[in-house]
């Protein structure tokens, strides 16, 4: 039986493009594991740092390669003059996202070759774009602000130090662990729409630079990535806990997508959410409540207790956004952040796929016309 005659799965839900070992997600249950260590432990004790070192390695990272690996990094945050250039020619209009898609691209034309399969090469690569990632999105940032990009700092963490290039000052430790832990939370998610695209793009052998550009292109959409930034002004739309149930009731009515509920994978409420609930409440203690987080709580009961039995529940975009807001983000630098985590998860999906590649080259179900004779423009009606 050849590919095209098989039958069609939309979406190609549920059907595995590959055997992993970097995550795991029970979606009914709400599990979700990086490397067989629960993301509850991770966001509760790990670093951004180390949760990219074990999601590449599979082993949590000693403390002597954990501060080399912090040391190496470091090394390679800074961004030549040419993408310094390159960044301030964008319009200041842009979507963060479409200027992110083209730098990781651009970056890797600043850099060498790295040759398929070399290990060294993936190597250089990974810490390359690991750590220019956060320098590409606040560069760009303080260009739009029309103000000069800032230099990373060698002695601040990976999350300080992307507040500190956005701001110019350094953060305190609060806003910086709860940056730190929202990018543990965001760093993988199995064979998601943009890991999917990161891999189908290497998978033709093209570089890394190209195919998490890609990736990028893909986490960019309001059903994935995307919908971070379009929860937070749904939230502002709405405005107050008593406008909750007359807005929710038209989105039912409509039959409109409720940005931040529902998942391909999840039928409960999605545990990265939970997570990021509590981070949030231990923020709201120490830097103030936030009153859009109780419309949020409302909505989430509202669409809950109307769609909760066909399994929709807050995913991971839900609280992020108002996470992100209360640390003095941009809306639209939202989905950014979710790159910059995702980033240590598509790597080393894109390093497993070095292993053992095949060319991804799926078949179709031909539904179009047949063998027709050409006709002359002449005699076409
Ligand atoms: N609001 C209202 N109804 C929804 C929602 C939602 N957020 N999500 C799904 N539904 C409904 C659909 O309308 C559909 O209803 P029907 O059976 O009556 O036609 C049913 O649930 C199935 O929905 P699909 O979109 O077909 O399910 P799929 O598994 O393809 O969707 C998805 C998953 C795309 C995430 C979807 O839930 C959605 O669009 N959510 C909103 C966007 C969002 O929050 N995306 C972020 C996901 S997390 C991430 O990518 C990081």
Do not use: C
């Not at 064979?191 to 890609?214: Q, W």
């Not at 979710?338 to 179709?364: C, S, T, V």
Request: charged share 20%.
């Amino acid at each position: 039986m050849t590919a095209e005659a098989k039958q069609l799965v939309p979406g190609l839900a549920g059907v595995p493009a590959a055997e992993s070992a970097i995550s795991y997600i029970d979606g009914n249950a709400g599990v979700l594991e990086y490397r067989g260590y629960p993301i509850e432990q991770l966001a509760e004790r790990s670093t951004f740092e180390e949760t990219a070192w074990l999601l590449m390695h599979g082993q949590l990272p000693t403390k002597s390669q954990l501060d080399a690996f912090g040391r190496d990094l470091s090394a390679v945050r800074e961004l030549p003059d040419g993408m310094l250039a390159l960044l301030g020619a964008f319009p200041k209009t842009a979507h963060p996202m479409l200027v992110l898609q083209s730098a990781i691209a651009a970056l890797g034309a600043f850099e060498r070759e790295v040759r398929f399969g070399d290990e060294e090469d993936f190597r250089r690569a990974w810490l390359r774009i690991l750590a220019a990632t956060p320098t590409i999105v606040a560069a760009f940032e303080r260009l739009r602000r029309g103000e000069q990009p800032v230099a990373p700092r060698v002695d601040l963490s990976h999350a300080a130090n992307f507040l500190y290039m956005l701001n110019g000052e350094e953060p305190d430790e609060i806003a910086a662990r709860v940056l730190d832990v929202a990018l543990v939370l965001h760093a993988d998610h199995t064979m998601n729409a943009s890991t999917f695209a990161a891999r189908v793009v290497y998978g033709t052998n093209a570089g890394p630079y190209d195919s998490v550009s890609a990736a990028v292109g893909a986490l960019h959409g309001p059903l994935h990535g995307g919908a971070n930034e379009r929860v937070l002004r749904s939230l502002e739309t709405i405005g107050s806990v008593e406008n909750v149930r007359a807005w929710a009731d038209q989105q039912f009515s409509s039959k409109g997508k409720i940005m931040g509920f529902g998942h391909r994978v999840y039928k409960v409420k999605d545990p990265r959410s939970f997570a990021l609930q509590s981070l949030g409440d231990k923020m709201f203690a120490k830097l103030g409540h936030t009153p859009i987080y109780d419309v949020a709580l409302e909505l989430e009961k509202v669409v809950v207790e109307r769609l909760g039995d066909k399994g929709i529940h807050p995913n991971v975009d839900f609280f992020s956004g108002i996470i992100y807001q209360k640390l003095g983000l941009p809306t639209d630098q939202f989905t950014p952040i979710f790159a910059i985590a995702r980033a240590a998860g598509w790597l080393a999906h894109l390093h497993e796929q070095m292993q053992d590649n095949k060319l991804f080259r799926p078949g179709q179900i031909y539904v179009g016309e047949a063998s027709r004779d050409y006709v002359p423009i002449d005699n076409r009606v």
